[in-house]
């Protein structure tokens, strides 16, 4: 079956500090890859998202690329703020699944100190 | 706003009873999900729709759950004779399902959940 394993958290960084939460997944089709952010007391948001090998996705200062050979999506940010605390969430999709659903790792906790 | 919304927001029930969430998608999706997400893990799916139609139920965690979207809009999910282990956050994702390869296809857009609470 389909999983998602990402690094245990919680991270905490200082203002401006390189981040890195790591992602692997399993699938048995051809997923696409997701990162979903949740902020305190909201729903969550999706972040970025690559739906094939090499691609990248971006947004907000935020990247991960799509790596097949290694079956990861490691998400990446080069200089976080305060505001980028919050619950980090990688996840799959498998398209030959019909369905869609999504698949969810554990969640990545990130605290940003001024 | 016209995101996912989700009611209640919050509820707390005694052992036994029977609890009911609703969830409203963005208008123009087609797609409905739910999920449940328990302290410390990430959402895990539970069911799903395409219009009215309810396509996977397999995942539903026992047969105390169900769920319908009667008319291809909102959607309830029940649950049944409710238990402790049944305590977690609820979410509900809409999507619009435009056909394979479509960027839109893969994007869900989740409401705010409810957090159930049982006694």
């Known amino acids: 079956g389909n999983s998602v394993t990402q690094m245990e958290g919680p991270v905490t960084l200082s203002e401006e500090a390189f981040l890195t939460i790591n992602c692997t997944y399993t699938a048995t089709g051809y997923p696409s890859l997701f990162w979903y952010v949740q902020y305190p007391g909201e729903g969550l948001q999706l972040l970025l998202k690559?739906?094939?090998?090499?691609d990248k996705g971006s947004n907000k200062g935020f990247e991960a690329t799509y790596r097949k050979e290694t079956t990861s999506f490691h998400l990446e940010k080069g200089s976080v703020q305060v505001s980028d605390s919050a619950v980090y969430f990688c996840?799959?999709?498998?398209?030959?699944?019909?369905?869609?659903?999504?698949?969810f790792g554990k969640g990545t906790k990130l605290s940003v100190i001024p | 706003d016209t995101g996912v919304s989700q009611n209640p927001r919050h509820k707390i029930t005694k052992r036994g009873q029977n609890v009911t969430f609703r969830c409203d998608p963005i208008?123009?999706?087609?797609?409905l999900y739910w999920y449940r997400q328990t302290l410390g893990q990430g959402p895990e799916f539970l069911t799903y729709f395409q219009n009215e139609a309810q396509l996977e139920k397999s995942r539903l965690l026992s047969d105390r759950f169900s769920a319908e979207r009667p008319k291809g809009s909102f959607s309830t999910l029940e649950i049944q004779r409710t238990e402790q282990g049944d305590s977690a956050m609820y979410l509900c994702?809409?999507?619009?399902?435009?056909?394979?390869?479509?960027?839109?296809?893969?994007?869900?857009?989740f409401g705010p959940g409810t957090r159930l609470t049982v006694t």
């Open positions: 208008s123009e999706h087609n797609r």
């Open positions: 996840a799959l999709s498998d398209t030959g699944a019909g369905s869609y659903q999504l698949t």
């Open positions: 994702a809409s999507s619009l399902a435009l056909g394979q390869g479509r960027v839109g296809f893969y994007e869900q857009y």
């Open positions: 690559a739906t094939k090998a090499d």
